[in-house]
């Protein structure tokens, strides 16, 4: 099974910074990782896929990169309405696995 | 507009089997390259992968529930079926259903709202 690892697993910003966070596979998966964020009490939503296309509707301050093994969501300037848990997930193989988690504060 | 509904029982007793069905609109489950996951939550902790359908009934399961899981589809009246056998505590969680965003790539959008399984007795 490939392991995603997220770093920090959580991060206090205040708005208008600058968050970034990582994502690190035990293997190669090309491109093949997307970004979801999710807000308590609700579903998760996909942010970026296949590692830096953004989703329809999704700001352009969110941003993704990265390939192989290491990949990077970056927000560049904090909203309030930003403040959630943003997990990765790597679709290059069965079983489908996601990372642990990166929760954004206030701080 | 695509919206998934997760629905079954909310508490389960351990070694219960557990059936839920995540009922959808605005696709069709005959649609080449359309497929529907599950995908579960435990209270505080981390997405978990459980299955995943395909339109053309071709299936995948999460190895790690070691021969637990059932995933089916009824086209018709567009639903697809998980269950889980021999349900314990640890399976407390909250179960989603989502779709995949386009043909030939596994990763979900838009989800259900999910639907929160206690395992108790």
């Known amino acids: 099974d490939i392991q995603m690892t997220q770093s920090p697993s959580s991060v206090s910003a205040s708005v208008g910074d600058r968050v970034t966070i990582t994502c690190r596979a035990t293997q190669d998966i090309s491109t093949w990782l997307a970004w979801y964020q999710q807000k308590p009490g609700k579903a998760p939503e996909l942010l970026m896929y296949a590692a830096s296309s953004l989703q329809s509707g999704v700001p352009a301050r969110f941003s993704g990169g990265g390939s192989g093994t290491d990949f990077t969501l970056t927000i560049s300037s904090l909203q309030p309405e930003d403040f959630a848990t943003y997990y990765c997930?790597?679709?290059?193989?069965?079983?489908?696995?996601f990372g642990g988690g990166t929760k954004v504060e206030i701080k | 507009q695509i919206t998934l509904k997760e629905s079954g029982p909310t508490l389960v007793k351990p070694t219960q089997t557990l059936t839920l069905t995540c009922t959808f609109s605005g696709f069709s489950l005959s649609t080449s390259g359309v497929g529907v996951g599950w995908i579960r939550q435990p209270p505080g902790k981390a997405l978990e992968w459980l299955a995943l359908i395909y339109w053309n009934n071709a299936n995948h399961n999460n190895p790690s529930l070691r021969n637990r899981l059932t995933i089916t589809k009824d086209t018709s009246k567009n639903q697809v079926v998980l269950t889980i056998t021999n349900m314990d505590p640890v399976d407390t969680a909250t179960y989603y259903c989502?779709?995949?965003?386009?043909?030939?790539?596994?990763?979900?959008?838009?989800w259900g709202q999910g639907t929160l399984v206690t395992v108790s007795s």
């Open positions: 989502a779709r995949l965003r386009s043909s030939g790539v596994n990763w979900f959008d838009p």
């Open positions: 997930q790597q679709a290059n193989s069965f079983p489908l696995t």
